[in-house]
């Protein structure tokens, strides 16, 4: 079966003894240069992260036939973008692998890899055994303007994405951007993450406990996603597990990476010491005696510190990305509600971890906590944890249920799902096309993209489509676009200013939310509340009722609009950290109502 693909290439059935053999190959390569390449991610990480990752990745290739039903058609070109951690093993689930069922895939060294990536890329073979795999040079912008083009025919104003999947990594505002940008029929695959919160019950097995919180929280300094954001302990175990997380804490060795002996080391980002300081700093009420909270600027380092706060004060629902232990001690056991169902919680769900028993968390699984079933048997760990060996495996589905956690969104549809780069592309892009006549059709339209041209551009949440261009030419309609100054079609795309680009916040204005008066901040409570009551409103409906929040009808026309401006200016503050962005109404009904939900909690 060959299907002539884009013009010049083909879709191919695949010849799965051909890529098995191709995979154990890389894998005893990677065996027998164990000592180069560890030397080389040592510049990056510690030794124990090294060993992990070479595991991993030997585990994904050598098993690679566990996964063999995915390999049937090869699709056309992927584009992956990858996180800061685990270089090697990211790097063979999100490219490698993938590289195996695609013409093309393409990537970006991220940033603060590009000292050692292409060191590791030369000892590992890349260009020998996985020659599709294209390494971009060009800059961001350039790349997205690249990879999210559309192939069109221009007779008969139709067109294909160039990129049929990407895959990405990353925190979940990124995602949101990202996904914007490329068109709703390319497949996009997104790893984001989670809370996994882990809890300790009263009749666990505290040393073991204890252990596995150490691995999780101090693996790649924190910097991973499967790091719990809270562990939950019991109190009748509450003071053991503490005294038993100290005595250990003692023996972590922090320093540099060359030093295998050291469990911590520097952080990847020097920029995260600012957010990480802030953090501790907003905290320094719950910091346990034995460990001060100290950041060494200058190594980029930061020990591992503990922070002892009851869950009754509140959760920690902040994703920390550093060694920082975040200790909440529960009274009883329903009390685990305070976190399980707190709203915080939900967007992010991924894993949950239990040592002993608990009556609330077994009845977690399959329940719906407002509408949603947040954990399945498969995000569920008992006695064991995200990093145990055989936990966490490449040729299985990662991730979870929340919605910044992970998901698959194809045609406008995002389903929350832990996912596995090979198994959906294969069910959402190959499987459509085994269907009685569908090749053919994906054939013929094929045939007719005979000339590439920029359709598709970058888009970035906050800009609506201007009133002179066409929405025709965008593919997704009524998106929010960052209009590139490109020349496509007959259609002229106009540069604007960096002044009309909006990016939603990452974190909630928390500087500009402490200068609110009480007044103001109803006003916001009330159209959060709106949001998260009604799931489905009409633009119209919606318009009226953003303008009447802050209208008071014994007020003069000319008064109510200066209410309404200040309350408007308000919103664009705690969205977008400026004084104005796009149409309000359509914008909130457009945007992940959850995150918007998020930056409005005042």
């Keep these: 079966m ?10 191919d059935s695949l010849d799965f003894v051909s890529i098995q053999k191709t995979a154990l190959a890389f894998a005893r390569h990677i065996e027998s240069h164990f000592e180069e390449i560890a030397s080389i991610l040592l510049e990056y990480e510690s030794f124990e992260v090294v060993e992990d990752e070479v595991r991993r990745t030997l585990d994904l290739f050598n098993n690679l036939h566990e996964n063999k039903k995915y390999f049937v058609l090869r699709i056309n070109e992927v584009t992956s973008f990858l996180p800061r951690n685990q270089p090697l093993y990211a790097f063979s689930c999100f490219v490698a692998v993938p590289s195996l069922m695609a013409q093309n895939v393409y990537f970006r060294i991220p940033q603060s890899m590009r000292g050692f990536f292409p060191k590791l890329l030369q000892v590992l073979k890349i260009a020998e055994f996985f020659p599709n795999i294209i390494i971009s040079n060009k800059e961001r912008l350039e790349f997205l303007k690249e990879r999210s083009a559309l192939l069109v025919d221009p007779k008969q104003d139709d067109s294909l ?11 979940s505002h990124h995602a949101e951007r990202l996904r914007c940008i490329f068109d709703p029929r390319t497949l996009f695959i997104a790893n984001g993450s989670g809370h996994n919160p882990l809890v300790i019950a009263e009749n666990a097995d505290i040393p073991k406990a204890a252990e596995a919180a150490l691995k999780l929280q101090l693996y790649n300094q924190g910097q991973d996603c499967a790091a719990p954001n809270a562990i939950l302990v019991h109190r009748q175990v509450y003071q053991r597990f503490l005294r038993l997380l100290r005595s250990e804490l003692q023996k972590i060795k922090t320093g540099p990476y060359d030093d295998q002996s050291c469990t911590v080391g520097p952080m990847s980002e020097p920029d995260d010491l600012k957010r990480i300081g802030t953090f501790m700093v907003d905290n320094r009420n719950w910091l346990d005696a034995s460990t001060p909270g100290i950041i060494r600027t200058a190594e980029a380092m930061v020990e591992p510190t503990m922070l002892c706060k009851p869950l009754k004060a509140g959760g920690n629902f902040t ?36 040592y002993g028993d608990s009556v609330y968390i077994n009845n977690l699984i399959g329940r719906k906590i407002e509408g949603k079933v947040l954990h399945q048997s498969d995000t569920f760990l008992h006695n064991t944890h995200l990093h145990a060996p055989g936990i966490e495996r490449g040729t299985q589905p990662y991730g979870g249920y929340g919605y910044s956690a992970s ?22 892009l190959v499987k459509p096309l085994l269907k009685p006549g569908k090749i053919k059709e994906y054939k013929d339209a094929l045939r007719r993209m005979t000339k590439r041209e920029m359709k598709n ?6 800009l609506r489509l201007n009133s002179t261009t066409d929405p025709k030419h965008n593919g997704q309609g009524k998106s929010y676009l ?20 909006f990016s939603l916040l990452e974190y909630p204005n928390a500087e500009f939310i402490s200068h609110m008066d009480q007044g103001s901040k109803q006003y916001v409570h009330a159209l959060r509340k709106s949001l998260l009551r009604n799931k489905k409103m009409d633009q119209g409906d919606f318009a009226v009722l ?7 009808p014994e007020l003069s026309e000319h008064k109510n609009k200066i209410r309404q401006l200040h309350f408007f200016r308000n919103i664009y503050h705690l969205l977008f950290g400026k004084e104005s962005g796009p149409r309000l109404a359509q914008f909130l009904l457009d945007a992940d109502r959850s995150n918007i939900c998020e930056l409005l909690d005042v």
């Excluded at 994405?161 to 925190?171: E, L, M, N, S």
């Excluded at 975040?326 to 009883?332: G, L």
Aim: include cysteine; aromatic fraction near 10%; charge should be negative.
């Design 407 to 428: 998901s698959i969104s194809l045609h406008g549809k995002i389903d929350p799902k832990p996912t596995c780069p090979q198994r959906d592309i294969y069910e959402r």
């Design 161 to 171: 994405p160039v990129t049929d999947a990407v895959i990405f990594t990353g925190i």
């Design 2 to 11: 060959s299907i002539r693909a884009h013009g010049s290439k083909h879709m």
């Design 482 to 501: 960052d209009f590139l100054g490109l020349e496509s079609g007959g259609v002229r795309y106009q540069e604007l200013p960096e002044q009309n680009i």
């Design 546 to 552: 953003l303008y009447s929040i802050p209208k008071k």
């Design 319 to 354: 994703e920390i990305f550093a060694p920082i232990i975040f200790v909440q001690k529960y009274e009883q056991d329903d009390e685990l509600s305070l976190y399980f169902e707190n709203s915080h919680y939900a967007r992010n769900a991924m894993y949950v971890t239990l």
């Design 457 to 462: 551009i970058p888009k970035l949440m906050g």
